[in-house]
């Protein structure tokens, strides 16, 4: 009888600890990226909504624009990111992400007739800082993965591999809802 009581009880404060931890199904957010010196700007903005797939786990969609000016001439884009979001919490406060996602982007250059579409594939890694229980914000550094892009007269510009330039560096805020 002690056990059985004993196995009750222990079952009922599992359940009420379970039964604190809220789970947001829904989030939105977003990255914002800024880069000045050397003679160049750039500026990006991506709104971003999202839904928890699993308890580390999340697939959101960007839609956003970036200008960039490098004196000889400017860029303004379009792009849109569906993703795919890991993260990995080594503290309670601190935790490590990868982002496998593609993006596509139509730009259109200042001194350029035709629009330049780019298509990306690959991963971004990342950190996280959650801020209470339903914030966070979130670091991505670098680009890991496959990149083309088409100028619109034939020339087209591929590559592969891990890319650390100053505008792959994005600081961005979520809100769990």
């Known amino acids: 009888m002690k056990r059985t009581f004993l196995f009750l009880v222990l079952l009922l404060f599992t359940y009420s600890a379970q039964a604190q931890i809220q789970r947001y199904p829904h989030y939105l957010g977003g990255d914002f990226g800024l ?19 699993g308890d580390n786990l999340y697939a959101g969609i960007q839609a956003g624009f970036g200008y960039c000016d490098n004196g000889s001439y400017s860029d303004f884009s379009f792009g849109v990111i569906p993703n795919l979001r890991y993260y990995w919490y ?12 593609c993006a596509l982007h139509l730009t259109r ?37 496959y990149e083309v892009d088409n ?6 510009d591929s590559r592969f591999g891990f890319r650390f330039q100053q505008n792959d560096f994005r600081v961005g805020f979520l809100m769990n809802i």
């Open 35 to 53: 880069s000045v010196g050397n003679g160049r700007t750039s500026v990006i903005v991506y709104p971003e909504v999202g839904w928890r797939i």
């Open 90 to 101: 080594i503290y309670n406060r601190f935790g490590l992400s990868a982002e496998a996602g």
């Open 109 to 145: 250059r200042s001194n350029w007739d035709s629009l330049i579409r780019s298509f990306d594939i690959g991963i971004r890694p990342g950190a996280v800082i959650p801020i209470g229980s339903r914030y966070a914000l979130t670091v991505q550094v670098g680009f890991l993965g």
């Open 151 to 156: 100028y619109g007269d034939g020339v087209i």
